[in-house]
């Protein structure tokens, strides 16, 4: 009985031997291995009248059939990984596209009167209509004055809320730069 416990095992580790063998693994090493060139199909080293090495020709096929299912579910990871790539890289587009509808109705709305209106305004007067007004609305007018008038209003504003119009500006002028694909 004892006999039979230790040919098991022998046979046992012999098969992962030869498992490990075909998949390029060693077991007990943590680090990937290392790419070696594949071996031809049917070859097999083995000792002459080796039983280790009737063995491993034996499992051959088994061995590789067990390679190809192991690249073959590393395979399905890989597009499952794709597939959650091309649907965040969808979500992006639609917000992208979103925001351009939003920054397209908003200048719309800015009428070329009222710009014409606060371009003829000295510059502290127009800042102080514009800081009465949404964010959005000054924002709107700021992009269709000149950049030297627009800036001058910006000048004559608090600067906290300068710097928050000109992010707003910067955001509407420049979308590609807060993409993060």
Not at 1 to 7: A, D, E, G, H, I
Not at 10 to 29: H, M, N, W
Not at 68 to 88: D, N, S
Not at 125 to 134: R, V
């Amino acid at each position: 009985m004892v006999l039979k416990r230790t040919k098991r095992r022998t046979v046992s580790v012999l098969t992962l031997t030869c498992v490990f063998a075909a998949l390029g693994v060693v077991p007990g090493t943590a680090q990937a291995p290392k790419p070696k060139p594949e071996p031809e199909t049917g070859k097999v080293e083995q000792l002459p009248g080796s039983d280790a090495g009737f063995y491993c020709k034996n499992i051959a096929d088994k061995a590789t059939d067990a390679r190809i299912a192991w690249q073959t579910w590393q395979l399905v990871g890989l597009e499952a990984k794709l597939r959650e790539r091309a649907v965040e890289l969808e979500r992006k587009e639609a917000e992208y596209k979103a925001w351009v509808k939003r920054r397209e109705k908003l200048l719309e709305n800015v009428e070329g009167q009222v710009v014409s209106i606060i371009a003829r305004m000295r510059p502290e007067m127009a800042a102080a209509q514009l800081s009465t007004s949404d964010e959005q609305t000054a924002t709107g007018v700021l992009l269709k004055l000149k950049p030297r008038i627009a800036s001058e209003i910006l000048d004559e504003m608090e600067p906290a809320q300068a710097a928050r119009l000109t992010q707003l500006m910067v955001g509407f002028s420049d979308p590609l730069k807060e993409r993060s694909f």
